[in-house]
Nanobody, 115 residues
Framework: VQVMESGGGLVQPGGSLRLSCVASGNDYMINYMGWFRQAPGAERELVAEIMYAGVKKYADSVKGRSTISRDMISNTAVLEIKDLKPEDTGVYFC??????????WGQGTQVTVSS
């Protein structure tokens, strides 16, 4: 399974961003798609995730200002975050789970929130 992220870049504080993740090459159903963030010197942490049944979960740090959505046909997950803060800076990784068993990660996309 190939996982490809896009949409990162430099954003001013208070701005918004839209990240896309596309999973391809899967032989079985993609049950899970999630976005994780890794800030410099920190561990990778969950930002938002969406399960096959449509259940969504958000980190407290982005709750209320972010939305995750998924297109089941194209296996695309979109993360939108508004009112960006410098602490949102980091490399954003997409994780997918195929058939409830196999985990795959993308290469990551850099997001920098700075004026």
């Amino acid at each position: 399974v190939q996982v490809m992220e896009s949409g990162g870049g430099l954003v001013q504080p208070g701005g918004s961003l839209r990240l896309s993740c596309v999973a391809s090459g899967n032989d079985y159903m993609i049950n899970y798609m999630g976005w994780f963030r890794q800030a410099p010197g920190a561990e990778r942490e969950l930002v938002a995730e969406i399960m096959y049944a449509g259940v969504k979960k958000y980190a407290d740090s982005v709750k209320g200002r972010s939305t995750i959505s998924r297109d089941m046909i194209s296996n695309t997950a979109v993360l939108e975050i508004k009112d960006l803060k410098p602490e949102d800076t980091g490399v954003y990784f997409c994780k997918v789970i195929e058939n409830g068993l196999s985990n795959y990660w993308g290469q990551g996309t850099q997001v920098t929130v700075s004026s």
